[in-house]
């Protein structure tokens, strides 16, 4: 089993703790190395009647160093591969010394482990077509020579505790698979469970756990790892997705490298140490984050990467650079090695999206190392900070909508413009059917990629639509940039020309959408913000909805300000009768929009104008923009 292959790591829970990188994510050196004058287990082969296959099957048996037959231990069940046999582990994994090294160190609870043969048939061995039908099909079938003939031979021979709670089962690749499948689906037997790398015989999550919070509650540990750079990521992947989502406490443990035993080794040298004893909770966050290459990263590069305290290394080859830094708000100087490698660890960041740029000789340039967004008015880097409630923005296992890049033709600037256009899954199957629309507008810096690249558009609303939080809807996210000061009356007067005169027509024109007020939305957020409260307060008749995220009217700026006031003292019965909600949202008191929002709210008071205020702590930022589309994108079209 020697086929390469590509992983990510992480598992979702509590606490962040500042954990060094390099002694955690990878074992020690020498882990898996002989040690000199250290109490040794022994290895054993066995055989047992299998009535299962109608034959006499082997396995080994590892017995921990100071094994007595007058003292009764749990069991691991340890499965290999699809290329392999009950010796794969023992040839290519040294399982025994790797175990003997740790009960040397006292870091096991002592316990017996079992390497089968997970190919049940009566030719067991891995020759030929090892793809071969009937050859997989024996992996399928040792579910049965496990629990009815391996199992009660192991609990017969040798002192053995024969509850559940004293019996785990693990294995790499397709015996990852295996025990997924085995013990997931036979709690009743097991109540340890890890998969290392598992291969695609793995069982869809929703069939491994139909009832995740009652199978939750009957597992200690449950395990499920993958190498950073294993093309079976994808498995491992969807299972945390899947358990993550339904709340199911589990380790998912990225760790560097492919599909191969020095992930396996890594893998059985931590995952053993976690047996048959009480779990410390606040390992499941940092094995989740534990060195994790940021998922901003292009293909190939595995820095940035995020630590298990929520700080990021960031490395860039400079052999002549003079002197780096990588600027987040806060500048940090980088170092440089000998090969001319520049690092810096940054301190803990806070979580979701952040732009960033690396500053050579004072220069600031993108990292070749990550995706470039447009913000700040040019091409920056962005990094992706993890965080345990990112959930509702993740990448998941339901039906997804399309992003739609459209072109279109604007007889107020001119020109050609762009949009993009979120249509929900669904959209292009139900031809008889009109959708509502959502108007999502960018901030100054940016332009209309940004809610779709930076903001997650689609997979908020794909992961609402699918959690039946919202309502089908299409989202339209378009360029809010005006060949004009951005902040002044003319801009603001042209945008909601343009919005009105082209924008929404073209919509409407080119997509099955329902055109009545009732169905129609705006927001945005920042200078996106300042359009919605100009265009959407005017246009009232027109719109429902309306959503401001971190934006509020200068209190220093009466001239663009009061004729604001003035239009809703005429007609703020009007306005309050025709919006349906108008929600105004900020990133609490460190947000730079606040003091300016509080004045504008006070107005409002005074005026009778209705509105619902939200906080959600952390500034002026994207993750509080992704938080204001989820809440605001609830109430919508109910």
Known sequence: ?????????????????????????????????????????????????????????????????????????????????????EYEWFRHGQPHVILDNLYAQNKLTPMIVVLPNGRAMKND?????????????????????????????????????????????????????????????????????????????????????????????????????CGDKDNLMHVSQRTHDYLSQHGVPHIFYVEPGYHD??????????????????????????????????????????YPQMLSDGRAVFRLKAPDAQRVQVDLGKKYDMTRNDEGIWEVTTDSLSEGFHYYSMLINGVAVADPSSESFYGMGRMASGIEVPFAGDGYYSLRNVPHGEVRMKRYYSSVTNCWRRMFVYTPAGYDQQPDRSFPVLYLLHGGGEDERGWSQQGKTDLIMDNLIADKKAVPMM???????????????ESLKLFEAELMQCVIPFVESNYRVDSSSKSRALAGLSMGGLQTLYAGVRNSTHFAYLGVFSSGWWANQPALSDPHYA????????????????????????????????????????????????????????????????????LLFK
């Open 1 to 85: 089993m020697n086929q390469r292959v590509f992983l990510l790591a992480a598992c979702l829970l509590m606490s962040c703790m500042a954990w060094a990188q390099d002694d955690f994510v990878v074992a020690p050196n020498g882990f898996d190395v002989v040690q000199q004058g250290i109490a040794c287990g022994r290895i054993d082969t066995v055989a047992y009647s299998s009535t299962t296959v109608g034959v006499s099957r082997k396995a080994l048996v590892y017995t921990p160093p100071g094994f007595s037959k007058n003292r009764k231990y749990p069991v691991l069940y340890l499965l290999h591969g699809i290329g392999g046999d």
């Open 125 to 225: 061995r891995p020759e030929g077509n090892i793809f071969d039908k009937e050859k997989v099909e024996a992996f399928s079938t040792f579910e049965k020579d496990l629990l009815n003939d391996l199992i009660p031979f192991i609990e017969k021979k040798y002192p053995v505790l024969k509850d559940r709670e004293h019996r785990a089962l693990a294995g790499l690749s397709m015996g990852g698979g295996q025990s997924l499948n085995f013990g997931l689906g036979n709690l009743d037997h097991f109540a340890w469970v890890g998969g290392f790398s598992s291969a695609p015989n793995t069982r869809e999550p929703q069939t491994l756990m139909p009832h995740p919070k009652e199978d939750a509650a009957r597992l200690n540990l449950l395990w499920v790892s």
């Open 261 to 302: 035993f020095q992930v396996w080794k890594n893998d059985l040298y931590h995952f053993s140490q976690l047996l048959f004893k009480p779990v410390d909770a606040r390992l499941y966050e940092r094995y989740r984050r534990a060195g994790r290459r940021a998922e901003t990263n292009i293909r190939s590069s595995q």
């Open 475 to 489: 989202v339209v996210m378009l360029d809010g940039n005006m060949p004009l000061s951005p902040f002044g009356e």
């Open 567 to 634: 239009f809703i003292r005429e007609h703020v019965s009007e306005i309050n009768n025709n919006l349906r909600s108008f929600w105004i949202a900020m990133g609490g008191k460190e947000d730079i929009a606040h003091d300016n929002c509080k004045v504008m709210l006070q107005k409002y008071d005074d005026l009778t104008l209705r509105y619902v205020y939200s906080e959600y702590p952390g500034g002026h930022t994207w993750p509080v923009w992704r938080n204001n589309l989820y809440c605001f994108a609830q």
